[in-house]
Nanobody, 125 residues
Framework: QVQLVESGGGLVQSGGSLRLSCIAS????????IGWFRQAPGKEREGLSC???????RYADSVKGRFTISRDSAKNMVYLQMNSLTPEDTGVYYC???????????????????WGQGTQVTVSS
């Protein structure tokens, strides 16, 4: 069964850090471009960061310099290290993969066809 499962969310104070994890089952994550997305309350889901099969990273302006995406091929996992969190970072965080043949990543929802169920991140002020 092809599946992505996020974990690592929780409640953190403003200025704190969290590391989100995304583990893949049923396929090799290294063979896919992967992205992290966030849906804040009452807002559309937005792309935050991605890592392509070409190993190029991209970040949304809102998280550049604070968030870092990385991959552990041995564990079949991808991480999102989040630092200097603010209440505006509150939301449900999702990982997603593109079709295997697409080597570049992107920050648009429509570019991804396989999604995890999400993990909640709440940043208190």
């Amino acid at each position: 069964q092809v599946q992505l499962v996020e974990s690592g969310g929780g409640l953190v104070q403003s200025g704190g850090s969290l590391r989100l994890s995304c583990i893949a089952s049923g396929f090799t994550l290294y063979d896919y471009s992967i992205g992290w997305f966030r849906q804040a309350p009452g807002k559309e889901r937005e792309g935050l960061s991605c890592l392509g099969r070409d190993n190029r990273e991209r970040y949304a302006d809102s998280v550049k310099g604070r968030f870092t995406i990385s991959r552990d091929s041995a564990k079949n996992m991808v991480y999102l290290q989040m630092n200097s969190l603010t209440p505006e970072d509150t939301g449900v965080y999702y990982c997603a993969t593109r079709r295997r043949e697409l080597t570049a990543c992107g920050l648009q929802n429509y570019q991804y066809n396989n999604w995890g169920q999400g993990t909640q991140v709440t940043v208190s002020s």
